[in-house]
Each structure stands twice: as structure tokens, then as C-alpha cells.
């Protein structure tokens, strides 16, 4: 995927260039602008399957990743086509390497893919589920080669584990990590985490990468929730 970003600051536009025939996958409505030489196509986000297989997966995706049941390929008509996208988030656009690594997804995370890069929903064990917040029953793993951009709410920061030491994440502020890691989802602290005021926790181990969100939407719903008028 040949794209470039607006600015290094949050809520930049996608800048995507597509030559004649080129293709990218694209989270329905993200579309801001094309100079008329791409074309747009809605479809069930059902990445191959036949039609009714490819219904149950589209609703599933759409129920259990906070994804849309549909997805826009946009496709170049001319060899100097120009795509601009923009994230529904406030934060930052991060672009993952898919094929030299494999990537698990948090709910909403996906904005944009080439055609060579897939993805399907992988079952989480039912403690995991329980909880939820990382896909519940299931997390959207990555497959083929090429560039995936996810985004964020605020600000998306970059860790990587060694394999000498745990780290333990908000749920919510899980965007995305490559699945050489190992994780557990549990309450952070007491029953229910009254005690601390946290909530659900991913305990992560292992090797690898690990993309992890400034803020998350919940907390920011419930700051804007005593300011909005109510029936």
C-alpha cells in the first residue's frame, strides 16, 4: 500500500495512491475524498467465503470485532488514483507489517488493508469470552502479506515484550499484538476491580509486539455523560 499521513498529530487523513487495477480494503464510511480516478464498491465483509457462508461470517465479524457487516474496496481506474480516508477514532493511524508477523485485533481496531492481506475470526477460550472486550468469543487474526492500518484512540504507543517479564494492560487500551504472545483476562484487582477503580486486565507474555491506546472510549462517554441533556 502506497499512503502517507496528513500529520504525525491525531486525526490524520490517509493518504492512499492506487495505479491502474490496484485494490485496498477499507472500514466502511472512512472514505473523505478521491480525485475521481478509484472506484468504490460496498460488499459483505466476508473475505472469500460463498454467499450464505459468507453471510454468517459478515454478521459474525460485524457482532463479535466491532467491525462493519460491510466493506469498501476501493480500486484504481487510472495509474494516478488518489484515495484519502480518515479514522471514526480521535487518536493516532498505525501502519502493522503483516506476513513478517501475524496480528490479533481488538474491537474496532481495523481501518484499512491491500487485497493481499486477510483476516479471520479465531476462538477465544470461554474464560477469555466471559470478559470480553477483545472480541469476546473471537479476535480477528491477520493472514497473507502486506500493510494493515489500524487506529486508535489517542495516542498509539508501541511496546515489546522480551520474554523475561509480564505486562498488564487496561482491556481498552489494547489496540492490536502479534500473536507469538500469550494472554490472560482477568479483573485487576478485588471483585470486580471496585477496589481500584480498574476493570477487566490483559495479562501478556512472552515475545513480541504489543499496541496499546492513550484513552479509551468508555472513560471518555462517561466524562461527557453529566454534560449532556438527558430526558
Request: charged share 15%.
Amino acid at each position: 500500500m502506497k499512503y502517507e499521513l496528513s500529520s504525525e498529530g491525531s486525526c490524520p487523513l490517509v493518504l492512499i495512491s492506487l495505479g491502474m487495477g490496484e485494490q485496498v480494503s477499507i472500514e466502511r464510511g472512512s472514505m473523505v475524498f478521491h480525485n475521481g480516478k478509484v472506484n468504490l464498491e460496498g460488499h459483505m465483509n466476508q473475505n472469500g467465503s460463498g454467499m450464505l457462508g459468507g453471510i454468517i461470517k459478515a454478521a459474525a465479524r460485524s457482532v463479535v470485532s466491532g467491525e462493519s457487516f460491510f466493506v469498501t474496496t476501493a480500486t484504481g481506474t487510472a495509474n494516478d488514483g488518489l484515495l484519502a480516508i480518515s479514522s471514526g477514532s480521535i487518536g493516532n493511524i498505525k501502519a502493522l507489517e503483516v506476513g513478517k508477523s501475524t496480528w490479533r485485533l481488538n474491537d474496532g481496531a481495523f481501518l484499512a488493508c491491500d487485497s493481499s492481506v486477510t483476516y479471520s475470526m479465531k476462538s477465544q477460550s470461554a474464560g477469555r469470552a466471559i470478559f470480553g472486550g477483545t472480541g469476546g468469543l473471537f479476535v480477528m487474526e491477520t493472514a497473507g502479506t502486506g500493510t494493515l492500518l489500524v487506529n486508535g484512540f489517542g495516542e498509539i504507543v508501541e511496546l515489546e515484550l522480551d520474554g523475561n517479564d509480564t505486562l498488564v494492560v487496561d482491556n481498552l487500551h489494547v489496540v492490536a499484538w502479534e500473536n507469538t504472545l500469550s494472554y490472560n483476562i482477568k479483573m485487576a484487582s478485588g471483585i470486580f476491580g471496585f477496589k481500584t477503580g480498574e476493570g477487566v486486565v490483559n495479562e501478556f507474555s512472552g515475545r513480541g509486539k504489543l499496541l496499546v491506546q492513550s484513552k479509551n472510549i468508555k472513560e471518555f462517554a462517561s466524562t461527557l455523560a453529566p454534560y449532556l441533556m438527558k430526558k
